[in-house]
């Protein structure tokens, strides 16, 4: 595995990487707070009858130390830190994901707060450290029931059911702190531009920036591709990159699955005498995935998706991956089975997944935890955590789509009320404002208003009768099937309906299938590997058969707690040869 320039070991950013931090990941002082006393006693200077928690894991998790299913609406997190100090540095307390609102003080010092359990947020803790560099890092965790917040698969009952699993509550990803100047760079967006080989720049600054210039050097391989400075005369600023260079016979050097080949980025920030304020590391790729017709391009190719789904559970941290090799593991068994692209199904990832993703070439569909009712604070909180997950992850070249809803999850009657029909279609031109490069799916798996890719989920588990619903593409597209089947809601939205887009079958198969105990899955569970393996072949086959499918995605990579629709059980043991799944998933089209 080939890394990026700027790869650092556990670097919770890893597409935008300082030379310092501190990764703040272990033991915490942890307590529940049932009673919502926490505050009103200042457990900010200190928690009273606490225990060791490990963060980042919830203390639903058996890694976390705690271990325990009992709900907890509220719960406290303190950690003594001693920073090293520098002049004129700023301190940056990062966390990557705490669910769902959380509130943070630092020696007893009310500093912010965040609502979204899914998305980075920063905070500036500098006037609060002590002239010493101590700190007592405080932080109050929120975490209800209510279906009106982005949950995921994150069940909102006593225990979990059917698809949804036990709840995740309070800090899941790392959490971590770096110092800057007090003039530094906030953010960098970089977009590939494809009838110039350019990259367009993005660039937003933080503190006083007059008399600053930027410098941008992009290289690959370790030889230099392009080297400029530019005088910034305000915080927002734009650039564009010419990556054409004589390295390559084509002049660029595309990003796909089979050659991922990356370009690493440094920027630097200089004062008017020409010293570092800033210097940030990163890296990106030349990809332009698009609709055409009624096909997928990856840069100047069609682009057959075989994708599987990813729940990313594992069995003693819940939602947090063990450690960054699980993650890496995670890609190699969906490449493995013969996938180039993986549905990330209700959660924003850890980053370094991306990364990883980035680096080894696979194909990502980037999706929205669902809230699952529909009120006025459903809808503030959706876009707003959605707008968080996509500005974050915008880098990465290895997120080809996003998906903003999933099954008309939390717009449940988009059929007969107008304002779950327009939150789709607000979400798809909101996405589309910030990123016009990438494909947006309105609502993944029927339903659609506007949407650049049309999506069918169905859990027929009869290879045949599979085949006979899709025997027909149009009469799938208008609603007119002469097959019904339970699964399948209509297509469109009333005032809304197919326009050439591509057509993905991508949630199919899920068959359930364990050879000891009694789990959930689709349909009747197979008794067999040899009827697991048939059913799962003449299901995929019943789909490639059709050169007007633009791809699919089959559930899921692995079984998630009661959930037995797996390739691969919880451990990650397959359930039948890889070499035989890779077979059936990379059979040629139309055989």
């Not at 799916?441 to 588990?461: K, L, M, R």
Request: hydrophobic letters at 35%; aromatic letters at 14%.
């Amino acid at each position: 595995m080939k890394h990026a320039a700027c790869y650092t070991k556990n670097y919770p950013r890893p597409q935008f990487v300082r030379g310092n931090f501190t990764l703040l990941d272990g033991k915490w002082d942890f307590a529940f707070d049932d009673g919502n006393v926490g505050e009103g006693q200042r457990w900010f200077d200190g928690l009273p009858e606490a225990v060791k928690i490990t963060v980042p894991f919830a203390y639903q998790t058996e890694k976390s130390g705690v271990n325990s299913d009992d709900f907890h609406p509220v719960v406290w997190y303190a950690k003594k830190i001693k920073f090293a100090r520098l002049d004129g540095k700023r301190i940056m307390l990062n966390f990557e994901g705490v669910d769902h609102f959380a509130k943070v003080w630092c020696n007893g010092v009310y500093i912010g707060s965040h609502t979204g359990g899914y998305c980075r947020f920063s905070l500036d803790i500098t006037s609060a450290v002590n002239s010493d560099g101590q700190a007592l890092i405080a932080v109050r965790a929120e975490d209800g029931k209510e279906c009106t917040k982005p949950r995921g698969k994150q069940s909102w009952l006593n225990t979990p059911f059917g698809c949804w699993y036990p709840p995740t509550t309070g800090i899941w990803k790392s959490v971590w702190a770096e110092q800057v100047s007090a003039t530094h760079i906030k953010r960098v967006k970089m977009t590939p531009v494809e009838s110039t080989y350019h990259m367009f720049t993005e660039y937003e600054t933080v503190g006083d920036c007059r008399g600053c210039s930027l410098g941008v050097t992009v290289k690959y391989d370790g030889q230099v591709v392009a080297d400029l400075t530019e005088k910034l005369v305000r915080p927002v600023h734009t650039l564009s990159v010419d990556l054409s260079n004589d390295l390559d016979s084509f002049k660029i050097h595309w990003w796909t699955p089979d050659a991922p080949n990356i370009y690493d980025v440094e920027f630097r920030l200089y004062d008017g005498d020409g010293n570092v304020l800033d210097e940030v590391k990163s890296y990106t790729a030349f990809r332009i995935f698009k609709p055409s017709g009624n096909k997928l391009m990856l840069n100047l190719n069609p682009f057959y998706v075989r994708a599987v789904l990813e729940q990313a559970y594992w069995r003693d941290s819940g939602l947090t991956a063990p450690d960054e090799n699980a993650l890496i593991k995670e890609i190699e068994l969906s490449k493995a089975c013969g996938f180039n692209c993986m549905r990330m199904h209700q959660k924003i990832e850890d980053e370094r997944f991306y990364y990883y993703a980035d680096i080894m070439g696979m194909t990502v569909f980037c999706e929205m935890p669902s809230a699952y009712e529909f009120k006025d604070a459903a809808v503030f909180n959706t876009v707003a955590e959605w707008s968080e997950a996509v500005a974050q992850n915008y880098n990465h070249p290895s997120i080809v789509a996003w998906a903003p809803v999933n099954e008309s999850w939390g717009v449940n009657r988009i059929t007969s009320n107008p304002c779950e029909a327009s939150l789709t279609r607000a979400l798809y031109d909101l996405t589309k404002a910030y990123d016009g490069m990438r494909p947006v799916i309105s609502n993944d798996g029927w339903e659609h208003t506007t949407s650049d890719i049309v999506t069918f989920h169905n859990y027929c588990q009869d290879p045949a009768e599979f085949a006979d619903f899709y025997g027909e593409l149009s009469a799938v597209l208008y609603g007119n099937n002469r097959v019904p089947y339970s699964n399948l809601r209509v297509p469109f939205v009333n005032g809304y309906g197919y326009e050439g887009q591509p057509v993905l079958i991508d949630e199919f198969a899920g068959i359930g299938f364990e050879k000891n105990g009694d789990g959930w899955g689709y349909g009747t569970k197979a008794g067999s590997e040899r009827e697991f393996t048939a059913r799962l072949e003449g299901l995929v086959n019943a789909i490639t058969a059709h050169h007007d499918v633009a791809g699919f995605c089959i559930t899921q990579l692995t079984d998630v707690y009661q959930e037995i629709n797996g390739l691969f059980d919880f451990d990650r043991a397959p359930k039948a040869p890889v070499e035989e799944i890779r077979r059936i998933v990379t059979a040629k089209r139309g055989a």
